[in-house]
């Protein structure tokens, strides 16, 4: 009986025992048959153009790309897709662009019968497809990360389900957003999130009481999420094991609150450009309270905290990153900063500071990196302060003040080996010092305006790392590298020979800046040989002379040129064909002659041509443009350029921001072509001899009427070499630079331009500068020049105008310099707003129907018919007024909230990790 019942057991238990027989051999083989199946049929809906998968093949599918399998079941356990070479060579993601390496398509739901998957990880990819609600089902998994790979939409609330979550990477390309971040509340194992570029701009009231009671959160990475709101204050804090906070780039607008002095354990706090305030002392007050005895990186550059930095930071003894950039810090460095002996970077460039730096400063005997950019140091840095920085390899100082000295002994040997030196306004010279000589894994050389007044030394050149140099405003004398020699060819395979003074080792040289110099000389023929990778070459502001070398024509590397400010001479050859990479070309303020080589206009990628103050000459008007041409700056001006302005600079395809054609020779009249550019800000055609009427279709430059900056056509023309001109304002050649982007000028002035102002100009509402002199404009003032709120200076002298000043003028409150001389006006000088500050009467003289003050005839009284006007105007100026100002607010932020949404674009360069590290 027993013997039956033994038997009985065994045949019920038998399918099951052949079962786990089966599993164990397939096991064996490396892989279970359905999860088998449920790879390939996950491959089968993906996109591969560069066969990433392709060892996806036989039955071994544990042995697959990307797939682990547990040792003991052999059940799949992880998929890791993560691709690098969904990146470029310059480690910026193509995403979007579905570069033939990226993994695409579609998730296939399959992926549920990997019933015991614990690791997920598809990122580096280009889906461009939501995230899958089904994910949410994979009830095993610890660890996802869906990081760049282009998933759009919402984040589905259904991975809320995830309940063993650990690590969870969302972080995206600006394509995902999440209204509601509940769903995190459920994920009570999280100990890692990273959402960062997911728009969160609709949870950010929730966002902290959602991650607050998961005290099993050790980072939380929320960069760039649109967060505006930063509670000041929890009832609980609960973040006990909270070690990385992660807030870059959100617009908080508060200060860091009181509750971080709870967060005993962390360890990296970040909140670079998330318009932070407040107090710096309060700020490190509160860390020394909380994590004096954890806290190794504080980040907070690109905020708006200020204050002094308290001698309580010398507390933060484990501090090993503290980057204050670009703030309102004042005051001095405290001494206490000695006692930071772990710090390896200290950067506090671009604040308010002053004093002098601390003795105890050469106690930081780990530091790396020192930076002290733009603020307004006093006194000296000694040697025995430096002595024992031995490990420092990027160091950065200027002071705004020039009241700074680096003083050390001519014999002098650092400790150091840098990499990267950058002393502005500072005094060094006026010799290289010796101690820079022992320098030889240098980078990158600044050193601007710092009082150098020798010739170049040779040690520069020796530097076989160096890429950028920069000696810009000094007084280095001698001739433009001279001792350029273009070595043989045997020499060109050989390092840098000091006896033959090659300069074979500058392979990787991509910046030369020497402009504001005492350079004299030639520029060297072989110069497009010797420096063929340079990128950005500024020689602007010498002494050199003779032709501009047709070996230009091979650095085909070149995104920036300037020579201008020399006295270079001869005609511009035609070799520019190859310069495809060609931003920015200045060689204005030269005595070159002839006429424009066709091929500049040519260049593909040109943005600023700046050829005026020479000698060039010809008829413009059958030149062709680049059909593709992205042009926004173009001067011409001070030359001797005939016949009409030529119709294609309307017609073409062009972005002008300028168009400065000044004191040539043109002649015909205006072509209404030219209203075809809506960007432009700035048109200056003065100067010239045209004749004509003013085209009314002026008034439809869309980028005069509104407020509206200037924006690069692509982020590498962001530098400085674009946005600057020289413009003439009030009568004065000024230099703009920062502010240029905000310049709006029309200026026709000093031509034979007839008949009367179109009221149509009037409706250019953006205008800072109106300049119409020296014409034979005829007819009155229109009564509509009042809408130009924003007009700053107005000359309208030494034409044929006449009636009376128009009344609607005392709206323009910004006027500052105005000028109606030697016209026919008459009538009553206004004397309300800003005409009472108009006490010179030269700006009227030669009218002799105005009366007034400031002028010493007196009017009559006034009529009957005149006082109505006046109290028709009046009644104007507090109804359509009223509704005109509201216009004009309107515009006006408009215009700075296109300013700041510029800035978020462009600060993303700044934020985003991969393209901060470069």
Not at 187 to 211: D, I, K, R
Not at 448 to 459: F, H, L, P
Request: aromatic fraction near 8%.
């Amino acid at each position: 009986m027993e013997g039956k019942f033994f038997s009985l057991i065994f045949l019920c238990l038998f399918p099951a025992i052949s079962t786990l027989e089966a599993n164990d051999v397939e096991a064996n083989k490396g892989c279970i048959e359905i999860e088998r199946k449920a790879l390939i049929k996950f491959k089968e809906g993906l996109t591969d153009p560069s066969n990433f998968l392709s060892s996806w093949t036989g039955d071994n599918c544990c042995s697959w790309k990307g797939i682990s399998c547990s040792n003991e079941t052999g059940h799949v356990v992880k998929i890791e897709l993560q691709n690098y070479e969904c990146f470029n060579d310059a480690g910026n993601y193509y995403g979007s662009n579905q570069n033939a390496s990226c993994l695409g398509g579609q998730i296939s739901t399959s992926l549920l019968d990997l019933k015991y998957l614990d690791h997920l990880d598809l990122s580096l990819n280009s889906f461009q497809i939501p995230i899958p609600e089904f994910l949410g089902s994979l009830g095993m998994l610890s660890y996802l990360n869906l990081s760049l790979a282009a998933f759009t939409g919402m984040i589905p609330q259904h991975l809320g389900n995830l309940s063993n979550l650990r690590y969870l990477d969302l972080s995206s390309d600006s394509s995902l957003q999440s209204n509601d971040l509940y769903w995190l509340s459920s994920l009570t194992s999280l100990e890692y999130l990273n959402m960062e570029s997911v728009n969160l701009s609709l949870a950010s009231t929730h966002w902290l009481q959602v991650l607050n009671p998961i005290p099993s959160l050790s980072e939380v990475h929320l960069v760039s999420c649109e967060l505006q709101n930063l509670p000041q204050s929890l009832h609980t804090v609960n973040f006990t094991s909270l070690s990385v906070l992660e807030l870059t780039g959100n617009r908080f607008k508060s200060p860091i609150p009181r509750w971080f002095s709870n967060l005993s354990t962390l360890v990296q706090l970040d909140l670079t450009m998330s318009e932070i305030t407040g107090d710096v002392s309060a700020v490190i007050g509160d860390l020394t309270t909380c994590c004096k005895n954890s806290l190794e990186e504080l980040i907070l550059a690109g905020n708006q905290i200020s204050g002094h930095i308290p001698h309580s930071l010398g507390l933060l003894k484990k501090l090993k990153f503290l980057d204050l950039l670009l703030n309102f810090i004042s005051g001095p460095i405290p001494e206490t900063v000695g006692n930071l002996t772990n710090l390896e970077s200290l950067d506090l460039s671009y604040n308010q500071m002053n004093g002098s730096l601390p003795e105890s400063i050469k106690m930081l005997t780990k530091l790396a990196s020192l930076g002290l950019l733009q603020n307004s140091w006093q006194g000296i840095l000694s040697e025995n302060q430096l002595q024992s920085l031995g490990k420092l390899e990027y160091f950065t100082i200027s002071s705004s003040n020039k009241s700074f000295t680096i003083n050390v002994s001519y014999n002098w040997v650092p400790p150091f080996s840098l990499k990267d030196i950058e002393i502005n306004d500072c005094l060094l010279g006026p010799k290289f010092p010796a101690w820079l000589k022992t320098q030889k894994q240098l980078s990158t050389v600044i050193l601007t305006n710092v009082g150098i007044s020798e010739a170049i030394s040779d040690w520069l050149w020796g530097l076989s790392q160096l890429r950028w140099c920069d000696l810009s405003n000094n007084q280095i004398t001698g001739s433009f590298l001279p001792s350029l020699e273009y070595p043989s060819p045997a020499l060109q395979k050989s390092t840098f020979n000091r006896s033959n003074s090659s300069f074979t080792s500058w392979h990787k040289l991509y910046n030369l800046n020497l402009a504001g110099n005492l350079l004299s000389g030639p520029i060297p023929a072989n110069i497009g040989q010797v420096l063929a990778s340079v990128s950005m070459l500024n020689l602007s502001g010498n002494f050199l002379d003779g032709r501009i070398p047709s070996s230009i024509g091979r650095m085909r590397n070149l995104i920036s040129l300037d020579l201008s400010n020399n006295q270079l001479s001869g005609r511009i050859l035609d070799n520019w064909r190859h310069l495809k990479k060609l931003l920015v070309l200045d060689l204005s303020a030269n005595h070159l002659s002839g006429t424009v080589p066709g091929s500049i206009f040519l260049l593909p990628e040109l943005q600023k041509l700046k050829l005026n103050d020479n000698h060039l000459s010809g008829d413009l008007s059958n030149y062709q443009i680049n059909n593709a041409s992205i042009l926004q700056f173009l001067d011409l001006g001070g030359n001797r350029f005939a016949g009409k302005i030529p119709k294609w600079l309307g017609g073409s395809p062009l972005a002008l921001f300028e168009l400065r054609l000044r004191a040539n020779r043109f002649s015909g009249s205006i072509p209404e072509e030219v209203c075809n550019l809506i960007y432009l800000h700035i048109l200056d055609i003065a100067a010239n001899y045209l004749s004509g009427s003013i085209p009314a279709c002026l008034g439809q430059l869309v980028h005069m009427q509104i407020v509206l900056p200037f924006v690069p056509i692509s982020p590498i023309s962001a530098f400085k070499d674009i946005a600057e001109m020289d413009l003439v304002v009030k009568g004065r050649q000024m230099r703009y630079g920062k502010t240029l982007e905000l310049v709006n000028i029309l200026d026709l002035s000093s031509n034979n331009l007839s008949g009367e102002i179109p009221k149509e100009i009037t409706r250019l509402l953006a205008l800072g500068t109106l300049n119409l002199s020296r014409n034979q404009l005829t007819g009155n003032i229109p009564e509509e020049i009042g809408n130009l709120r924003l007009l700053e200076t107005l000359d309208l002298s030494h034409n044929h105008l006449s009636g009376p000043i128009p009344r609607s003028m005392t709206a323009m409150t910004f006027l500052n310099y105005m000028n109606l001389s030697y016209n026919n006006l008459s009538g009553q000088i206004p004397s309300t707003n800003q005409f009472q500050t108009f006490n010179d009467p030269s700006i009227y003289e030669g009218n002799v129907g105005l009366c007034g003050i400031p002028l010493p005839s007196k009017c009559d009284a006034v009529s009957a018919g005149d006082a109505e006007d006046e109290g028709r105007m009046k009644g104007h100026s507090v109804e359509e007024d009223g509704e005109d100002s509201t216009k004009l607010e309107f515009y006006i932020s408009m215009g700075l909230g296109f300013i700041f949404g510029f800035w978020g674009v462009f600060g993303s360069l700044y934020v985003y990790k991969p393209w901060r590290r470069g």
